[in-house]
């Protein structure tokens, strides 16, 4: 691709995302400052909103539309004890064969429509054994093993700067909000780094000793491209991540996605009720900007 097409392309990422901002803003008289991400088997958050629009992916333009189990493709604007919130319900990956700018266009449509402050979720497998499945871990840090940067290419300013800095990817007040909402329902929440790896093989038991000898408490195949455009454009980011497994060579049994939607769907009553604690906490931080 020259020079020439890859600027124009950076162009049109910011005017198709744009549409993409009006035509789901035009659906609602919401206006949302906050967005959250739901995860494998997390879904269940979003039928808790009152007053809900749901509009398809498909209806999106340019949205992407995930296959894999567990990522229903809606976008959900609706209420939270009062504050509005826009909700995907379920996300792309690499792995089912989108490019790093496709998997992160969702990110750049909800920056559009005036998102400032994000919550991303996902399910991972527990590297660190004082981890254990059914557990929500605070996400502190991450080590990106996906060998692509969705910031890759041209930059467009309108966006973000050039080199974003991003050491605090995960805005270290939000990580405390979700702390002490935790243990006021009784959640002794921990703190982790996050490893991302492509996927759709789950890791072996040789991968799973390097990523704790690296530093890695947990290990999963999303999220950080979404970190690191929402930073891009000042979006802030808490991270929570569900603990589905443990991770490969950890205990003598087989990895499966099955496992992870169970898990999922036990945790569920917990993480909505996490949620639904925090998000006022962060639209009072929104006000004070």
């Known amino acids: 691709m020259s020079a020439v097409r890859a600027r124009q392309d950076a162009r049109d990422d910011f005017q198709r995302s744009q549409r993409a901002a009006k035509y789901v803003l035009s659906k609602t008289k919401l206006r949302p400052k906050i967005a959250i991400v739901l995860g494998s088997g997390l879904g269940a958050f979003a039928d808790e909103l009152a007053g809900a629009t749901r ?124 702390l002490a909402e935790g243990k006021k329902i009784g959640l002794d929440l921990k703190q982790g780094i996050y490893a991302a790896l492509t996927g759709p093989s789950f890791e072996t038991p040789a991968e799973i000793r390097y990523l704790r000898t690296i530093g890695a408490d947990m290990v999963g195949m999303s999220t950080v491209p979404e970190v690191i455009v929402a930073r891009h454009m000042g979006i802030r980011v808490l991270g929570i991540s569900c603990m589905t497994n443990m991770a490969a060579g950890i205990l003598d049994q087989p990895l499966t996605h099955a496992e992870v939607m169970e898990t999922g769907e036990r945790v569920k009553t917990q993480f909505v009720a996490l949620l639904r604690n925090m998000i006022p906490r962060i639209a009072q931080d929104l006000e004070k900007k």
């Open 55 to 178: 509009v398809p992916y498909g209806a999106i333009p340019g949205f992407p539309k995930p296959t894999a189990e567990g990522h229903a493709g809606r976008l959900v604007i609706g209420k939270v004890k009062d504050v509005a919130v826009a909700v995907m319900q379920g996300r792309v990956h690499f792995y089912e064969g989108f490019s790093p700018k496709e998997v992160t266009y969702p990110m750049r449509v909800l920056g559009q429509m005036g998102i400032e402050a994000a919550i991303l979720t996902n399910a991972a497998g527990a590297i660190n054994v004082d981890f254990h499945p059914g557990d929500l871990i605070v996400i502190r840090d991450h080590i990106s093993l996906h060998g692509l940067n969705p910031l890759i290419g041209p930059n467009d300013d309108r966006f973000g700067t050039r080199f974003p800095d991003m050491s605090q990817a995960y805005f270290k007040p939000y990580r405390e909000i979700a």
